[in-house]
């Protein structure tokens, strides 16, 4: 093809027509864009392709992790609750100990001596320049924000799991009432942090404390009468926010399957 173009360059400046040959060359010029406008629109058109075929496969995932970030989350919702509400009833018998039965206090105490900790699943869109690939700018939005809307829900969660820790422990075992506690978590409590709400902890075959404590020590401690007033003042707000990022999430899987293209 070039040999062709060439002998009618040739053929045109040995019969000396300059302004034929002019003519030809601006054509040939045109030709030759308009090939490389064409080669850059196919180039153009296979990357997209891929890059659309991408979206897709990062759109099935996200969806996943969403989906599984949102049941973690329900999860966590309701083990809160649950200290919420023993915390609530822990105060009653604080307040009337005379009409609380011992083992539904020790109950009560094993349910609030937890940290329920949201751990969603990460994923490295933005460092990963992989965000580039989702076109839905709203999706896109509230993916580059999700980071930063758990913030609030993590400082919580954290400032209870220190108390947890660092605090209720120590007064459990200065009651003197760990051993209690603790079969009451393994035999009598719902094992709401597991993962398989049908799976229980095997029942462990030991009876309580021996040198019992009484509903009265118990309930005079003001220790731990703080403790419950935490738990209920970290877990309540840590469930409002909570609920915030379930409306997130659901909001994001919402626009994650308007562009789905299904089969």
Not at 13 to 37: C, F
Not at 255 to 260: A, R
Request: charged fraction near 25%.
């Amino acid at each position: 093809m070039i040999k062709f173009f060439r002998k009618i360059r040739q053929n045109l400046l040995s019969k000396g027509e300059t302004s034929q040959y002019l003519k030809y060359a601006i054509g040939e010029i045109v030709l030759v864009v308009i090939g490389i406008l064409i080669a850059l629109s196919i180039n153009n058109w296979n990357e997209e392709r891929k890059n659309s075929t991408r979206e897709q496969v990062i759109l099935k995932q996200l969806k996943e992790d969403y989906q599984a970030n949102l049941i973690q989350l329900e999860q966590k919702i309701e083990m809160r609750n649950n200290i919420i509400n023993s915390g609530i009833k822990i105060f009653k018998a604080i307040d009337y100990p005379e009409k609380v039965n011992r083992d539904s206090l020790i109950r009560l105490i094993g349910n609030i001596n937890q940290d329920p900790t949201f751990d969603p699943v990460q994923n490295d869109l933005t460092s990963s320049g992989n965000l580039r690939l989702i076109k839905n700018e709203k999706l896109k939005r509230k993916l580059s924000n999700w980071s930063s809307d758990i913030v609030a829900l993590t400082e919580l969660e954290e400032a209870w799991s220190n108390i947890v820790n660092q605090h209720m422990e120590y007064e459990i075992a200065k009651l003197g009432i760990s051993r209690d506690v603790v079969n009451s978590w393994i035999n009598d409590s719902d094992q709401l942090w597991l993962l398989d709400k049908n799976q229980k902890i095997t029942e462990t075959n030991f009876e309580n404390s021996k040198h019992s404590v009484s509903v009265i020590e118990i309930t005079s401690c003001k220790e731990l009468e703080g403790i419950v007033a935490s738990a209920i003042s970290f877990n309540k707000p840590a469930n409002i926010q909570s609920l915030t990022l379930v409306k997130r999430i659901n909001e994001i899987i919402e626009l994650i399957d308007s562009e789905i293209k299904e089969k």
